[in-house]
């Protein structure tokens, strides 16, 4: 069964740190690009960072560069999000997606035919 599990969200005060976890069953994350989104209370879903399948190119949006990093353990079949000095704003459920395609269209949600359930982020004092 292919599936995908985020992990690692939670309520943190602004300027603290987490980190996501996206882990795979059911298939090997090598051959696949994955992508982080968000959805934050009636906004659409928004691609937050991807990373590729072959040579490890990232992309960040705007609004996290500098402060998330991704990152992949093949060995693990698992990508990671760090996520350093939280606005209020990057409050909303991250969601990981992984499927095969053009790094340059990996911000758009309907590239990825598999995602997981999505974790709860909260950045409040």
């Known amino acids: 069964q292919v599936q995908l599990v985020e992990s690692g969200g939670g309520l943190v005060q602004p300027g603290g740190s987490l980190r996501l976890s996206c882990a795979a069953s059911?298939?090997?994350?090598?051959?696949?690009?994955i992508g982080w989104f968000r959805q934050a209370p009636g906004k659409e879903r928004e691609g937050v960072s991807c990373?590729?399948?072959?040579?490890?190119?990232?992309y960040y949006a705007d609004s996290v560069k500098g402060r998330f990093t991704i990152s992949r353990d093949n060995a693990k079949n698992t990508v990671y999000l760090q996520m350093n000095s939280l606005k209020p704003e990057d409050t909303a459920v991250y969601y990981c997606?992984?499927?095969?395609?053009?790094?340059?269209?990996?911000?758009?949600?309907?590239?990825?035919?598999?995602w997981g359930q999505g974790t709860q982020v909260t950045v409040s004092s």
């Open positions: 997606a992984a499927d095969r395609l053009l790094f340059r269209l990996c911000v758009r949600l309907d590239e990825y035919g598999y």
């Open positions: 059911g298939f090997t994350l090598d051959y696949y690009t």
């Open positions: 990373i590729s399948s072959s040579d490890g190119s990232t």
